[in-house]
Nanobody, 123 residues
Framework: QVQLVESGGGSVQAGGSLRLSCAASGSIFSINAMGWYRQAPEKQRELVAVISSGGSANYADSVKGRFTISRDNAKNTVYLQMNSLKPEDTAVYYC?????????????????WGQGTQVTVSS
């Protein structure tokens, strides 16, 4: 099995910063894309940022210029540096990873989710 463990959430005032981390462990051959999603109360889960294994990143328009996604492939870990936080960034943030497993020369990709970490930004 594969586990994604997130850390770094918390409460901060508007304009502040937080750094989220998500470490993947378990039966992993490699990981393709890793990303962060968020879900605010009574809203659908939305993509925040995603990064490929090669380091190419894409962001939601709402966080461009404020958030930075990065990853350490050797540690199977993805990070989200969040600066200039706004109250509308308040949500539960979830990590996602597209994990490659190999069995008898066959590779299969599976998508895994972390348990979520709360980020609260007060005005």
């Amino acid at each position: 099995q594969v586990q994604l463990v997130e850390s770094g959430g918390g409460s901060v005032q508007a304009g502040g910063s937080l750094r989220l981390s998500c470490a993947a462990s378990g039966s992993i051959f490699s990981i393709n894309a890793m990303g962060w999603y968020r879900q605010a109360p009574e809203k659908q889960r939305e993509l925040v940022a995603v990064i490929s294994s090669g380091g190419s990143a894409n962001y939601a328009d709402s966080v461009k210029g404020r958030f930075t996604i990065s990853r350490d492939n050797a540690k199977n870990t993805v990070y989200l540096q969040m600066n200039s936080l706004k109250p509308e960034d308040t949500a539960v943030y979830y990590c996602n990873a597209d994990v490659i497993k190999r069995s008898y020369f066959k590779s299969t990709e599976y998508s895994y989710w972390g348990q979520g970490t709360q980020v609260t930004v007060s005005s």
